[in-house]
Nanobody
Framework: QVQLVESGGGSVQPGGSLRLSCAAS????????MGWYRQAPGKQRELVAT???????NYADFVKGRFAISRDNAKKTVYLQMNSLKPEDTAVYYC?????????WGQGTQVTVSS
């Protein structure tokens, strides 16, 4: 059983920055792919960014150049640095863990971008 706990969400003005963290317990963090998804009200959950066990990254087009995903295997933590935030980035952000057939999700953290 893998538990994922996100933190770092909050409210920020357009153009601002936030850094999300996701701490994992259980599982085999160093061998897992990790990522961030988000879900805005009335919309489906969508991929934001992923990072493999070898730290290869993948980003949704709408965050390329603004967001950066990284991981610290010693701390079993994955991060999402979000810069140049826009109102359309407002959503609940979920941490994702994948190892083989096992997918696990965090409880989500709210990010609100508003002036």
């Amino acid at each position: 059983q893998v538990q994922l706990v996100e933190s770092g969400g909050g409210s920020v003005q357009p153009g601002g920055s936030l850094r999300l963290s996701c701490a994992a317990s259980g599982g085999i963090f160093g061998f897992a792919s990790m990522g961030w998804y988000r879900q805005a009200p009335g919309k489906q959950r969508e991929l934001v960014a992923t990072i493999t066990r070898s730290s290869s990254t993948n980003y949704a087009d709408f965050v390329k150049g603004r967001f950066a995903i990284s991981r610290d295997n010693a701390k079993k933590t994955v991060y999402l640095q979000m810069n140049s935030l826009k109102p359309e980035d407002t959503a609940v952000y979920y941490c994702w863990y994948n190892f083989g057939r096992l997918d696990s999700w965090g409880q989500g953290t709210q990010v609100t971008v508003s002036s």
